[in-house]
Structure formats: C-alpha cells, structure tokens
C-alpha cells in the first residue's frame, strides 16, 4: 500500500522559516509529477507548487520569490522550502503524487497533511 508522508511542519514566527518533507513509500514503481497544496481555514484547497519527474517546477503566484520546491527520487522524497513565511502561509499543507504501483496505472495519491502556523 502506498503512501504519502508529510512532515515538517509546526510553528513559526513571520519572516521565518520551514521546510517540509513528503515522503512516498509501499509498492512504488515510478513517482511522476509531485505537487504541495495547502487550504487554509475556510477556504478553498490550492496548488502551492509542483515538481515533474525530471525536475521542471511551477508555483502559484503566492509562493514565487520565497518558497522552492525540489525532490530526491533516490528517495522518493519531495520537498517544499519556505522562507519569509507571512501569516497568509498558515494552512495545512498537503503533498500530492501521481504515481505507478507495479503492473498498475499511475493514480494520484494525498498525504495527511501537515499544519503550518505563522504567528508572533
């Protein structure tokens, strides 16, 4: 069974930073594009940013400047840096991989979430 393990999150003052980790385990045969999401309270889920398979990236306009996403396929880990973390940041974010399990088709697969505080 495949999963998708966020963590790295936690409390952190404005202007700060954190860096979040998703790692993907279980029966993997290949891990495409991967992508961190976020929803805040009472709003909407959006995309954060995304990373392919061979590293070309893209990020909502909110992150652009301060946070970068990047992954190790050796370790089938995804990783988001924020810096310059603003209030606005506060959410729970969620990581997001489209993956093939052996002699399967690629599914998109949801980690659990993970809270990010930023608050004096």
């Known amino acids: 069974q495949v999963q998708l393990v966020e963590s790295g999150g936690g409390l952190v003052q404005p202007g700060g930073s954190l860096r979040l980790s998703c790692a993907a385990s279980?029966?993997?045969?290949?891990?495409?594009?991967m992508r961190w999401y976020r929803q805040a309270p009472g709003k909407q889920r959006e995309l954060v940013a995304r990373?392919?398979?061979?590293?070309?990236?893209n990020y909502a306009d909110s992150a652009k400047g301060r946070f970068t996403i990047s992954r190790d396929n050796a370790k089938n880990t995804m990783y988001l840096q924020m810096n310059n973390l603003t209030p606005e940041d506060t959410a729970v974010y969620y990581c997001?991989?489209?993956?093939?399990?052996?002699?399967?088709?690629?599914?998109?697969?949801w980690g659990q979430g993970t809270q990010v505080t930023v608050s004096s």
């Open positions: 997001n991989a489209d993956l093939a399990e052996p002699s399967n088709m690629p599914t998109t697969h």
């Open positions: 990373i392919s398979s061979g590293g070309s990236t």
């Open positions: 279980g029966s993997i045969f290949s891990i495409y594009t």
